[in-house]
């Protein structure tokens, strides 16, 4: 499923740095605690901490593949869209959805206006933040996973992109989220 034939941009510094695949490793385990990071908020401005949530909510993090603002991995475009119509469902549970994306600021404020994302876009160009959780990449991005950590920041649960299974259902995210 192509979101457009419009391919400019594709072919970026970012695109060649992530090209060759690189499977996911990650090797956190449940009750861990997960690296901090600091990123710009897309959605709604300023900087996100992940140790500000220690504490107070719940975090689900959903890492996901956007080559350009306009160009979506056809795994992925459907679970934004599934993330973004739930994220009330989230909300009203205590937990927040942080998503991050590799894609620049100037991109994912596209995407944020496009979509019409209420959840907040994080955005990662360096894909600093999916190496530190080590999501693996391939063909030009980084490969999407979900982490659930509980309100003292530690790993409850973790998803890893397969052909077979490409991202945690919005429904199991939910029934985790409950058992939080």
């Known amino acids: 499923m192509l979101t ?75 679970h934004i869209k599934a993330l973004n119509e739930s994220y009330e469902k989230f909300r009203d549970r205590d937990v927040e959805v942080l998503m991050i994306t590799s894609t620049d600021e100037a991109q994912s404020k596209i995407v944020v206006r496009d979509l019409g994302l209420k959840m907040p876009l994080l955005s990662d160009p360096s894909c600093k933040v999916f190496q530190a959780y080590q999501t693996g990449q391939a063909l030009g991005a980084p490969l999407p996973a979900q982490f659930v950590l509980d309100e003292e920041g530690r790993l409850r649960y973790k998803h890893l992109f397969s052909f077979l299974d490409h991202n945690a259902s919005v429904e199991t995210l939910l029934k985790i989220s409950d058992q939080l």
């Open 4 to 78: 457009s034939t419009d391919f400019s941009g594709l072919f970026s510094d970012r695109f060649f740095k992530n090209f060759f695949p690189i499977p996911a490793t990650n090797s956190f385990s449940k009750g861990m605690l997960t690296p901090d990071f600091e990123l710009p908020d897309i959605t709604n401005g300023g900087k996100v901490r992940l140790s500000s949530f220690r504490r107070h909510l719940p975090v689900i993090l959903a890492f996901t593949r956007i080559f350009t603002e306009k160009q979506y991995c056809p795994f992925c475009f459907p």
